[in-house]
């Protein structure tokens, strides 16, 4: 256990699952898109679906689109500004299966055409946890600094980005592989100790078999 379990995160809004988590999903939402959004679907599950609008989780999923931290009192102004920055959006609902109840799936769309899905719930406590990724299941916080690689289910791959972070020293917290099929499209999901520079990311789409590599921030 650390202070965080025990005063919660520095916020604005009444909750931390239905504010400070909301807002962290949309920020790990736009550093995964790689780019600001121009144009986002969420639709919410459960608890968000039910009540979310009182507790201001639509407003707090923007703010965390557009960049804003959990603690920016700019939060409850964010519809406005996503109209000042040219963030079109539309809430819907959606009910998933064995999901947690404060889940949303988002849909997001980049200035370069770049296409995000994704998957996240509010666990608690400003805890969030990102569940699928372009319709691959996976399981990560964002609260290490994380490299997502997508890559050619082929041997020796995981062995080829391992290196790479090793050459480079950072340590591996931990790895998670999953694949749609045998021979298809893999991801990898690798928490690490050290921040993961845009450089590192950029070597490591270089590798032959690699598709894309994203690093994001701790939030």
């Known amino acids: 256990m650390d202070i965080f379990d025990l005063i919660g995160p520095i916020m604005v809004g009444p909750s931390s699952s239905h504010t400070a988590g909301a807002v962290r999903i949309g920020l790990v939402g736009r550093r995964l898109l790689g780019e600001d959004p121009v144009q986002a679907q969420l639709l919410l599950h459960g608890s968000f679906a039910a009540t979310g609008r009182g507790h201001g989780t639509d407003r707090a999923l923007v703010a965390g689109l557009l ?62 946890q ?12 964002a609260e290490q600094p994380t490299l997502i690689v997508k890559n050619e ?56 078999g690699i598709l894309d590599a994203v690093s994001i921030k701790a939030v």
């Not at 990102?130 to 916080?141: A, H, I, K, N």
Request: charged letters at 20%; glycine letters at 12%; hydrophobic letters at 35%.
């Open 67 to 128: 960049g804003l931290a959990p603690d920016d009192g700019r939060i409850p102004d964010s519809f406005q500004l996503a109209g000042e920055q040219g963030l079109s959006f539309c809430f819907g609902t959606v009910s998933l299966r064995s999901a947690h109840p404060n889940s949303v799936q988002l849909t997001l769309d980049g200035k370069s055409g770049r296409r995000l899905q994704m998957t996240a719930a509010s666990i608690g406590g400003g805890r969030i």
């Open 130 to 141: 990102v569940r699928e990724l372009d319709g691959m299941p996976l399981c990560f916080s």
């Open 153 to 208: 289910d082929q041997p020796g791959s995981v062995a080829d980005v391992s290196r790479v972070l090793a050459r480079l020293g950072i340590n591996i917290a931990t790895f998670q592989v999953n694949r749609n099929s045998r021979g298809g499209e893999a991801v990898m999901v690798i928490e690490c100790d050290a921040p993961i520079s845009e450089q590192t990311a950029e070597h490591i789409r270089r590798i032959p």
